[in-house]
């Protein structure tokens, strides 16, 4: 398949900053951060993770993993779950108190670029380039597409060109649409009855639905959304006739299954992983867009401003772990389609995982897929907020 790249602004927290400066005591600073890869601690550290995009679903058993293979290094490590539009706001609070207690941020481009574009990040490529010295010859061509939309602030853990996908109620639908156009003409018969969960919210599907729609629909410049002409006008067309929003894309797969919409947007990891877990019936069905522009959907292990070096060089360490194909071979359940490193193989797996991956994995749209997808790079940095805003405006606020 043939790789397509897509050219990747937010104010600093200046009331946060502003109140901080004018409290007594004055806030600490933070430690400076080493200009090149710290050496690994002589005692263990104990790992604080906030995961803000649905990462630990997958990625859970390989980091604790590597706390069962490094006992040195790693003594406990604690979770949290958060919002991709919060996480940034609560980073820099901490670091204007001088007082970071997260380690690692696992996140999307979206939570990524809120983060970036807020200064609470530490640039981990080139800087600390040495701790991952086979990157580039490790990655696919999709890795290294997501790992270049990243800027280097962070290391990706996930990598698949696996949507958008319409998922739809068979026997209420019957023949589901495949081109935007048709969704359109399907919504307007009838309304109400396609919905897909708010961008802003940090959803995988919905973001790689809106980053397609350029590419789908012909806009010149599908890397800056001020140029959408197509999209915006598609999008506040299909506006009319869709359900409401969902918070999250969970909520559109339960208003899915209980009959509240009919269709609604997904992605191969998110299809494999509800029907796996249950959440979605057999008569749940999915389909591919014509000729797919497939957004690569993956996520990051992100490192905040101000944590210690000892913290930092562990932190290091387990990103690489985290790309070791026997490792990457423990979420084929979910991500059988694709994968940020080469040579993960369902050999490398655990039998029930392929399994898994055989039963709910949908080999022949995997297929499809690979043989007439072009991959994309989604939006990333500054794009990212014009995108959220003008949807925003545009769309979101119109309901």
């Not at 698949?160 to 969704?183: C, F, I, K, M």
């Not at 009959?259 to 796996?276: L, R």
Request: net charge neutral; charged share 15%; hydrophobic share 40%.
């Amino acid at each position: 398949m043939k790789i397509r790249s897509v050219a990747a602004g937010a104010l600093l927290l200046a009331g946060t900053l502003l109140a901080s400066a004018c409290s007594a005591p004055a806030p600490h600073a933070l430690p400076e951060a080493p200009a090149q890869a710290p050496a690994l601690p002589t005692s263990p550290v104990t790992l604080n993770i906030l995961d803000v995009s649905g990462d630990l679903a997958h990625m859970k058993q390989v980091i604790e993993n590597y706390k069962a293979a490094h006992p040195k290094l790693v003594s406990g490590i604690t979770y949290e779950t958060g919002s991709p539009a919060d996480v940034a706001g609560k980073l820099a609070a901490q670091q204007a108190a001088g007082r970071v207690s997260i380690d690692i941020v696992l996140t999307g481009i979206e939570g990524l670029s809120n983060m970036r574009a807020r200064n609470t990040l530490l640039r981990l490529l080139p800087n600390y380039q040495s701790a991952f010295p086979d990157l580039t010859s490790q990655l696919t061509a999709s890795g290294s597409v997501l790992q270049n939309a990243g800027g280097g602030y962070g290391i990706l853990d996930s990598a698949d060109p696996n949507g958008p996908l319409l998922t739809y109620s068979a026997s209420r639908v019957g023949t589901p649409p495949t081109t935007a156009e048709a969704l359109l003409a399907w919504a307007k018969k009838h309304p109400g009855r396609f919905s897909y969960p708010t961008p802003t919210g940090g959803s995988g599907p919905a973001n790689q639905f809106i980053d397609a729609l350029p590419h789908m629909l012909g806009d010149t410049d599908p890397g800056d959304p001020a140029t959408w002409s197509k999209t915006w006008t598609y999008l506040a067309e299909l506006n009319k006739y869709t359900g409401k929003y969902f918070a999250k894309t969970v909520e559109a797969f339960d208003a899915l299954t209980t009959g509240a919409i009919d269709m609604t947007v997904t992605s191969g990891g998110w299809d494999q992983q509800q029907h796996a877990n249950g959440t979605l019936g057999k008569d749940i069905q999915v389909v591919a867009f014509d000729e797919p522009k497939l957004v690569i959907e993956g996520r990051f292990v992100t490192v905040p401003r101000g944590i210690e070096a000892d913290r930092l060089a562990v932190v290091l360490d387990l990103a690489k772990w985290m790309l070791k194909p026997d490792q990457q071979a423990l979420t084929y359940a979910l991500h059988g389609s694709g994968f940020p490193v080469k040579g993960v193989d369902p050999s490398l797996a655990p039998p029930g995982i392929a399994a898994t991956f055989q039963k709910f994995g949908r080999p022949e749209l995997v297929k499809k897929l690979q043989d007439e997808g072009t991959p994309i790079a989604p939006l990333a940095g500054a794009q990212v907020q014009a995108m959220f805003a003008a949807w925003n405006q545009k769309i979101g606020s119109q309901k």
